[in-house]
Each structure stands twice: as structure tokens, then as C-alpha cells.
């Protein structure tokens, strides 16, 4: 029988579970991926939205525990990256094992984000909302035209924005995974942002930096997924070799 690790996956703002579902048929047979779905969005729209990171995070903490299995890891992507860092110590705060490790990718540290969230904490209008989807580059202009898809994703966008403007560090013992970041050469976050994120561990800490901007997880998904499957693959051969000892 395969020994199985589950990666947990937190999607960027404005995005449902959805755009990780592609991973799936790309991952090998035992890296088990559970994309999370946040409420106010896909099959949980008709949930409220949440603005405060740490309640969002402790809420999917009691959702998962549940059926959470060891091994697992956490994987975010910009504010998912925030979001799993704080789920990992929600599960720790519930008695739960920490993953074995936390992928960050694509946004500053928790410690480093006073110039990197500057303006978002204020909820931003529709127009200001349409330009920042602009400005990253991963929204088609046809798709910012279309009213009817805009009214259903800008609210989901301003909270998600408000989750990072609002989002505070705070002192507590820090986790004791590895930290492997992943940054796009393009991308805002700055070497300084992303190094910051050593500072969430007491455990080994790893940068991949990849061509790109901020959607490189979709520009060079075989990448991504290369540096994510070659930093678990140790993780696996050591929880398979305690099931068979």
C-alpha cells in the first residue's frame, strides 16, 4: 500500500480551490492534494466573507481536523501563503502535528509586510480593484469588461485585500517545519521580503526564485510543481519506511 502525504492547498485572493484542481493528475500517486475552499467562494459562496486572518484560519483548522491525516504539508500562494502559515498554527493551537512542511510562495514575510500591504487596509472601490487585477497581470481584459463576472468576484476580491491590509504579526513560538518560499523574478515581493520568511521557523528554510511575475504558479506550474514534489519526497520516504518498520 502508498504511503500517502496530503498537501492542503490555500488559493491567492479572488480564487476559489479551483485553480489548484489542474495539480491533481500532475502530482505523483502519493502526494495527495486536498485544495481548501475558503467561504464566500465556489461550492461555499453563500458563506460570509471573512476579513480577519487569524478567525478564518482557526475556523479551517476545526473544519479539517477532523479528517486530517499525517504526514501533511501546507501550500499558499500570495495571501494562501499567510493563510496556511496561520492554519499551521491554528492546528498546532487545536493539539494537531504541524506539517512537514510549508510552501509560501509569492508574497512578503508576515514580519515584512508594512510596505508590501501599504493602502490595504482600507476597502479599495471597484475601480481600484479592476487596476490592481490589472496590474498583475493574470485577469484577461475581456474578463475585467464583463459586469456580470465583476460583480461576483470584486467582493471576494476587496475582503481578500482587507485580509492582507489587516493582517498583524504577532509573537509566538515558531513553528518547527521547513520553510520552502517560492518568488517570481518579476514579482513585487522584493529578496528581502521573501527571505523574511526564515524567520517563521526554527526548521530548515529554502528560496526557489522562477521566471515570472506574480502568477508564476500558473506560468511555470512544472516547475513549481517540481520544487514541491522534490522537498516532500524525503518526508515520504521517511514516513514510508516507519510504516513498514
Known amino acids: 500500500m502508498v504511503t500517502k502525504l496530503t498537501l492542503l492547498c490555500l488559493p491567492y485572493s479572488g480564487a476559489s480551490a479551483m485553480v489548484y484542481s489542474r495539480w491533481r493528475r500532475k502530482l505523483p500517486q502519493w502526494l495527495q492534494l486536498q485544495p481548501v475552499e475558503l467561504p464566500g467562494r465556489g461550492a461555499r459562496f453563500g458563506e460570509p466573507l471573512h476579513t480577519d486572518m487569524r478567525a478564518l484560519a482557526m475556523q479551517l483548522a476545526r473544519?479539517?481536523?477532523?479528517?486530517?491525516?499525517?504526514?501533511?504539508?501546507?501550500?499558499?500562494?500570495?495571501?494562501?501563503?499567510?493563510?496556511?502559515?496561520?492554519?499551521?498554527?491554528?492546528?498546532?493551537?487545536?493539539?494537531?502535528?504541524?506539517?512537514?512542511?510549508?510552501?509560501?510562495?509569492?508574497?512578503?514575510?508576515?514580519?515584512?509586510?508594512?510596505?508590501?500591504?501599504?493602502?490595504?487596509?482600507?476597502?479599495?472601490t471597484d475601480a481600484q480593484l479592476i487596476e490592481q487585477l490589472r496590474t498583475l497581470n493574470g485577469t484577461s481584459e475581456a474578463v475585467l469588461a464583463n459586469e456580470e463576472l465583476m460583480s461576483l468576484t470584486l467582493p471576494i476580491l476587496r475582503a481578500d485585500f482587507l485580509l492582507c491590509g489587516r493582517f498583524q504579526p504577532v509573537q509566538r513560538p515558531l513553528l518547527k517545519c521547513p520553510v520552502h518560499v517560492l518568488g517570481g523574478k518579476a514579482d513585487k515581493a522584493t529578496t528581502e521580503q521573501l527571505i523574511g520568511w526564515s524567520r517563521e521557523t526554527l526548521g530548515s528554510f529554502s528560496v526557489d526564485m522562477l521566471a515570472g511575475g506574480h502568477f508564476f504558479i500558473h506560468e511555470h506550474e512544472a516547475k513549481v510543481l517540481r520544487v514541491i514534489k522534490d522537498q516532500l519526497e524525503v518526508h515520504h520516504r521517511r514516513h514510508a519506511l516507519a510504516a513498514v518498520g
Open 63 to 124: 473544519e479539517l481536523r477532523s479528517t486530517l491525516k499525517a504526514p501533511y504539508a501546507l501550500f499558499g500562494h500570495s495571501l494562501g501563503a499567510l493563510l496556511a502559515c496561520e492554519l499551521a498554527h491554528a492546528f498546532r493551537a487545536l493539539g494537531c502535528p504541524e506539517p512537514v512542511a510549508l510552501f509560501a510562495s509569492g508574497t512578503a514575510a508576515p514580519t515584512m509586510r508594512a510596505d508590501y500591504d501599504r493602502g490595504f487596509a482600507e476597502p479599495k
